[in-house]
């Protein structure tokens, strides 16, 4: 059961009962999914318990609901709940206008959990024992609200002082920056390459060609990673100027395994044997990557000077 049976009777021979019917029925769920999903893992899990009671009291009971469901109960209703839950009067606040409304407030709030994929507890103390989940939003106890301070006064300045300044080369409207702008629905603006290099550092080279996989399936196709050639190539140079050639290698190789067809892979390949001493393989390898791009003068001046020595 869907919950258009439900809703329905509310909707009943009406435009709305039809539409609701389409959007369950079709692949827009797919397209919520693409540009939602920060957004409702954000607000959702505060307010499960009071869905979940909704839902059942709507369809009598019954839970056989499908995501779409969930879904377009979660669009209508939560917001609500959210906006019913900030105070009218705000108290603390550091950065952000003494006189800002509670709608611009929320919209700025809005903006940091898309930013970085988190609820607001990430910044907020919750006040024990409450359910639905409420926060103390004056409260300075957490370190990532301070944090938040600092980067939205980073984030002021870059469009107040330097972005600003393009308008003079025209070009029509500046884009700003944002939390999202770095942070790509992270709650770190790492790059794939420095993520896979932390993991390194504090697990080793098995544990980060298992966080590629495991990371490649969660994000990919989505914005918060660049998952093409050219990240895992920029893990091995920053593994090679520190000297760590066997891992070097390693991703090199995981690249190959990825991207047969990149002739980029290859000679990163190469480059790593060739820090590692072994001409033989670098040749191997930047030879390939040469066929592969036959007219990327770089890797054609890189294997000449392997054959010369």
Sequence with gaps: MILTKGLSPLF?????????????????????????????????????????????????????????????????????????????????????????????????MRSFTEGLGVRCGFCHVEEEGQSPHKFDFSSDDKDNKKKARIMMKMTQNINENYLSELKDFGGGNVIKVRCITCHHGLKEPKTLAQELNGVIKRKGIEDAVSTYHDLYKQYYGGFAYNFEANSLA????????????????????????????????????????????????????????????????????????????
């Design 12 to 108: 009943k021979n009406s435009k709305s009962a039809l539409f609701i019917s389409h959007i369950s029925n079709s692949n827009y769920y797919k397209l919520i999914k693409l540009i939602f999903p920060t957004l409702l893992l954000s607000f959702i899990y505060p307010y499960h318990g009071l869905i979940k009671l909704f839902l059942q009291k709507l369809v009598g009971g019954k839970l056989m609901l499908n995501k779409i469901s969930i879904l377009t109960a979660f669009l209508i209703f939560v917001p609500g709940m959210l906006f019913a839950q900030v105070p009218d009067h705000f108290t603390n606040l550091t950065v952000l206008p003494k006189t800002i409304s509670k709608e611009e407030l929320i919209g700025v």
């Design 234 to 309: 920029e893990l091995t140079h920053m593994l090679i100027e520190e000297k760590n050639y066997d891992a070097a290698i390693k991703i090199s190789n995981l690249n190959v395994e990825q991207y047969p067809n990149s002739g980029l892979a290859y000679f990163s390949l190469g480059e790593a044997y060739e820090a590692s001493g072994d001409k033989a393989k670098a040749t191997e390898n930047v030879k390939k990557a040469v066929e592969l791009s036959p007219k990327n003068g770089w890797f054609n001046k890189k294997l000449q000077e392997l054959q010369s020595q």
